[in-house]
């Protein structure tokens, strides 16, 4: 006697949607996307291979995007987290990076709902890493001369809740052997103001902690104001103001 196939209920074509859309997001195993769809066995390595086009991509965008956090994190537990994401938060975009700008906030999401594993600064320093990629693929042009100092329009400023900017340069600045920097461990917040851009010279994104001199320079940009109109203004002799204004156009904060 035959065995009985399987047959899907719905043969529709928004049922055959929904059933692939099942397999993508991998609600569904192969196997029982075979069962559903009522074909043959022999067709489930095909149906593998669909599920693999789409996540393998992500899995790649999140690991390229998030390298500090996914080196900061046991391999295993890294795995977890990205099968997850890719469950709860599917391809959206045909722009890849674009489907995992909000891992950020799904670690968030991990931690409020209890995932005592995770230390809260991870988030930040996702936010930074995704920053510094939004910041890259900025559109805008970035002139490299102009007269009166000018913010440089890829000006991004991330308000942290906790100092991971020093844990990931750190982390890019470490050699063959060196070991991985830690994140901070307190839960205890402590904020920190990190300007992110692209600088006009290399076109590579970068980012600083928002000193003193920064924010001075930040301000004349706002303003509009020359080096000497803001000397005056803030009291101070032209060559302190000259020197942040060199040191700002050097870094690529003001053009």
Known sequence: MMPKQVQCQDTSLQAVVETMHDLLRGNASPEQIAQRLGVKPKTIPCLMSYQDFVKDPIIDALASNYESVAALLPKTRWEALVQRFFHERPAHDFELNACVASFA??????????????????????????????????????????????????????????????VLKAFRAREDGDPIPTLPTTTTPSPERIFVFREPRDHMAVFYPANDALLFALKMGVEGVTAEQAAEQARLSLSVVTSIVENAREIGLLI
């Open 105 to 166: 906030d799904f670690l968030e999401e991990r931690i409020t709902a209890g995932d005592e594993g995770l230390n809260p600064a991870l988030v930040e320093l996702a936010r930074l890493e995704w920053q510094e990629f939004a910041c890259y693929a900025d559109e805008r042009e970035v002139a490299t001369t102009l007269e009166t100092p000018q913010l440089n329009p890829t000006l991004a400023i991330l308000e942290l809740s906790y100092p991971v900017a020093a």
